[in-house]
């Protein structure tokens, strides 16, 4: 089992921009999420899909927008990059019912210029 | 809303025993969580207490007191590979998860 995959890696993008971060999980959980983590801070909620098929906004939702495609991937995707967007992004997992036991990604560094 | 309190630093000597700290604020509250953070990775889930009192697992321990609204994480027998940061987390009555700002364990020799 891969458990919770991220691409990419490492991404710079300048002002204005466009991506997709991608997120997939073969652990067949219910639940998915996207955080980000700024340097020295804890992981903030940006966006949550309880099961296939529902989204949730978190904490800090602005300038972003996300995919639940199936089960196993859950995307996250931001229209217009701006440079307070510059920070580390973890999709996680978990089962039904125990959202409080959580699976991350390895991140994606992401840097906009 | 949610907000959670831990020290941002702590250090210690291989061989003791450290005590991460964390109080919380809260407008529902369903249990706190505790995960472990290595520079450069992901975090990685440790343990939760949604009732009060102690949850052991190996060499590491959870605590909460729901009447304090507080918590402590307990790492005995500290070896190297524990300097990371800790984060204590908060599940709401939403089931989302409200982090702390964590808290940085350096381990001495």
């Known amino acids: 089992n891969a458990g919770v995959t991220q691409t990419p890696k490492f991404q710079v993008l300048k002002t204005g921009q466009s991506m997709t971060l991608q997120c997939a999980q073969d652990?067949?959980?219910?639940?998915m999420y996207w955080y980000r983590q700024d340097p020295g801070m804890g992981l903030r909620l940006i966006y949550y899909?309880?099961?296939?098929?529902?989204?949730d906004k978190g904490e800090v939702p602005n300038g972003y927008n996300v995919s639940r495609l199936n089960k196993r991937e859950f995307s996250l995707r931001l229209e217009s990059a701006a440079p307070s967007q510059t920070s580390v992004y973890f999709c996680?997992?978990?089962?039904?019912?125990?959202?409080?036991?959580?699976?991350f990604g390895p991140g994606t560094r992401l840097t906009v210029l | 809303g949610q907000s959670l309190e831990q020290p941002s630093e702590v250090t210690a000597v291989e061989g003791a025993i450290v005590q991460i700290n964390c109080t919380y604020q809260?407008?529902?509250?369903?249990?706190l969580s505790w995960y472990q953070q290595h520079d450069g990775g992901a975090p990685t889930f440790l343990s939760y207490?949604?009732?009060?009192g102690l949850e052991e697992t190996g060499r590491f321990s959870s605590f909460l007191s729901r009447s304090d609204s507080y918590g402590y994480l307990l790492l005995q027998e500290l070896q190297m590979k524990d300097s990371a940061s800790y984060f204590c987390a908060a599940m709401d009555s939403s089931y989302k998860l409200i982090f702390g700002s964590g808290t940085r364990l350096l381990v001495r020799p």
């Open positions: 652990m067949n959980h219910n639940s």
């Open positions: 207490n949604a009732l009060d």
């Open positions: 809260t407008s529902g509250f369903y249990g």
């Open positions: 996680a997992s978990s089962e039904l019912g125990k959202h409080n036991e959580q699976f």
């Open positions: 899909s309880a099961s296939e098929g529902t989204t």
